[in-house]
């Protein structure tokens, strides 16, 4: 049995598992089909009625409507997949990934260009490294 | 006879193709970054190389979550470039090799790797901001490009071991093929980086710089970096360093560093790049 409990150990981390590509299936083939044109016009035009011709759940359609990425991905969604949903807004990845992590963008832009967060301490949760 | 004459590993990082596609090169963000591959690009055009067998990972744009292939090789004659959600990067059609492509499949299944062909893919930054990085803006792509795809999205993806062995696998096979060509094998994707969730922004230049130290003399150690141990030290995006193993292993035990570069940040993201020749 593979046992993806370790991965639970890395802290703000969500691991792109075959049991949350099965979870989050509808998602991201959603997010997928905004890489037409076409569908990101009628998707902006009523995200609600567009969201509601795909059998997610209601949780799902809930974050991508609050574009919170984070309940985005605890519902099965892939970050790569979800990038569609920010490339459709017309934000970058640096924006997006900021959002995700309580900093505000400026905030996130700095630590970047001061190097980056630090691997210290948010390496595993059960050692505390 | 064909022969492996060179290597290259760089990130792929997809605001640099922004950067490139808006004319960017020159600001102050983005020019050290660009620095890095000035180099190359003189030793590019000296070499001319015929083909290039690129390894990159596709990023959500070819291969939805309804079939995920763990190494796929593409075999058609032209690839065009993906929409990924802003409209294509105004980049020429990658050509290909389907003459050494369908070689390389074929050897590669009875060598025991299980490559999945593609006859008709489009390609994503993954693929395209490399040879953007190293070839500027030309009219059109003066070198073949074979995609190699390394599934890198879904866990688990394929070991580091297996990605040397695989590299191995592609020097052999590129050894049998007839006609006289010059081929480089390019490893794409990391360095360190997390695209996602509250530990987004990870970057670990010491792990970074000793993979870089590694890549030259010491592929034993980069061939047991576990899954966990990617994650926890060069991010969750991190993994796609087992991509440069596949390269790595294509040049035999021994190269020589020709270049070497490294940069923080890139958008999210610590930039790697490194030219080889097998000696």
Redesign the interface.
């Known amino acids: 049995m593979v046992d993806?409990a370790?991965?639970d150990d890395?802290?703000?981390?969500?691991?792109?598992?075959?049991e949350r590509?099965h979870q989050?299936?509808h998602l991201?083939?959603f997010?997928?089909s905004?890489?037409?044109?076409e569908n990101?016009k009628r998707f902006k035009a009523n995200e609600r009625a567009y969201l509601d011709e795909w059998p997610m759940t209601q949780a799902q359609k809930q974050a991508v409507l609050d574009r919170d990425?984070?309940a985005m991905?605890a519902n099965g969604g892939?970050?790569?997949?979800l990038?569609?949903?920010?490339?459709?807004d017309?934000i970058?990845?640096?924006t997006a990934?900021?959002s995700?992590?309580?900093m505000t963008e400026q905030e996130?832009a700095a630590?970047?260009?001061a190097?980056?967060?630090?691997?210290e301490g948010?390496?595993?949760i059960k050692e505390g490294r | 006879m064909a022969h492996i004459t060179a290597g290259l590993t760089t990130s792929h990082v997809?605001?640099i193709g922004?950067a490139i596609d808006q004319g960017k090169e020159q600001s102050d963000y983005w020019a050290p970054v660009f620095a890095g591959y000035e180099w190359t690009k003189k030793w590019v055009a000296e070499e001319r190389p015929d083909v290039i067998i690129l390894v990159y990972n596709d990023?959500?744009?070819a291969f939805?979550?309804?079939m995920?292939p763990t190494f796929a090789i593409g075999c058609a004659n032209e690839y065009p470039i993906?929409?990924?959600?802003?409209?294509p990067r105004p980049v020429p059609a990658v050509v290909g090799h389907p003459g050494l492509a369908c070689h390389l499949a074929q050897s590669l299944i009875l060598d025991e790797f299980d490559m999945t062909v593609i006859n008709k893919m489009d390609v994503d930054h993954g693929l395209t901001v490399p040879l953007s990085l190293v070839y500027g803006k030309p009219e059109a792509w003066p070198v073949r490009v074979i995609p190699l795809a390394v599934n890198v999205?879904?866990?688990p993806p394929p070991t580091g071991e297996r990605c040397y062995k695989l590299g191995q696998a592609i020097r052999r096979a590129v050894e049998s093929y007839e006609e006289d060509l010059n081929v480089q094998v390019w490893g794409t994707g990391g360095m360190?980086h997390?695209?996602?969730?509250?530990?987004?922004?990870?970057?670990?230049?010491e792990?970074d710089n000793e993979f870089l130290d590694n890549m030259i003399d010491n592929t034993a150690q980069l061939r047991r970096i576990s899954h966990?141990e990617y994650?926890?030290?060069s991010g969750?995006?991190g993994i796609e360093l087992v991509m440069w193993l596949i390269m790595r292993g294509a040049m035999g035990e021994n190269v020589r560093e020709l270049h070497r570069f490294y940069h923080?940040?890139a958008?999210?993201t610590?930039v790697g790049h490194l030219v080889v020749e097998p000696t």
């Open positions: 993806n370790e991965f890395i802290p703000g981390t969500t691991v792109f598992t075959a590509s989050g299936f991201n083939q997010c997928m905004l890489m037409k044109p990101r990425y984070n991905m892939n970050i790569y997949f990038a569609k949903i920010f490339a459709t017309g970058s990845f640096q990934a900021a995700m992590t309580g996130y630590m970047m260009l190097g980056g967060r630090s691997p948010v390496r595993s | 997809p605001a922004v990023h959500a744009s939805s979550l309804e995920i993906a929409d990924e959600g802003f409209g999205v879904q866990y360190s997390q695209l996602q969730g509250p530990r987004a922004g990870l970057i670990n230049q792990f966990l994650l926890r030290e969750s995006e923080v940040p958008s999210n610590a």
